[in-house]
Nanobody, 126 residues
Framework: QVRLVESGGGSVQAGGSLRLSCVGSGYADERNCMAWFRQAPGKEREGLAAMSSTSTWKYIADSVKGRFTISRDNANTVFLQMNSLKPEDTGMYYC????????????????????WGQGTQVTVSS
């Protein structure tokens, strides 16, 4: 059974930083694409960053470029370093994975991902 577990969310003041982690288990295919999405209250889920297991492909959404960084530790772990946080970054952050190469999918479309974590809340106060 595939499982994704996020951690690292919390409450910070504007300008602060957080580092989210996501650990996957239950899949043996090291070829995968893992991503981070965000859903703010009343808004649609938004793709923020995606990265291939080989680190060959990396995508960052324009909305967070220059502030957020995605990295991988191995085939099953992905991180999201979030700096210079703003109140509009508040939301539930989800980790997602699909057993495909990132380059063969649209990495910011939520429906291409097969597996999702339960989410971790990020709250940024002004």
């Amino acid at each position: 059974q595939v499982r994704l577990v996020e951690s690292g969310g919390g409450s910070v003041q504007a300008g602060g930083s957080l580092r989210l982690s996501c650990v996957g288990s239950g899949y043996a295919d090291e070829r995968n694409c893992m991503a981070w999405f965000r859903q703010a209250p009343g808004k649609e889920r938004e793709g923020l960053a995606a990265m291939s297991s080989t680190s060959t492909w990396k995508y960052i959404a324009d909305s967070v470029k220059g502030r957020f960084t995605i990295s991988r530790d191995n085939a099953n772990t992905v991180f999201l370093q979030m700096n210079s946080l703003k109140p509009e970054d508040t939301g539930m952050y989800y980790c997602a994975a699909v057993l495909e190469v990132c380059a063969t999918i649209s990495p910011f479309l939520s429906n291409v991902y097969s597996y999702w974590g339960q989410g971790t809340q990020v709250t940024v106060s002004s």
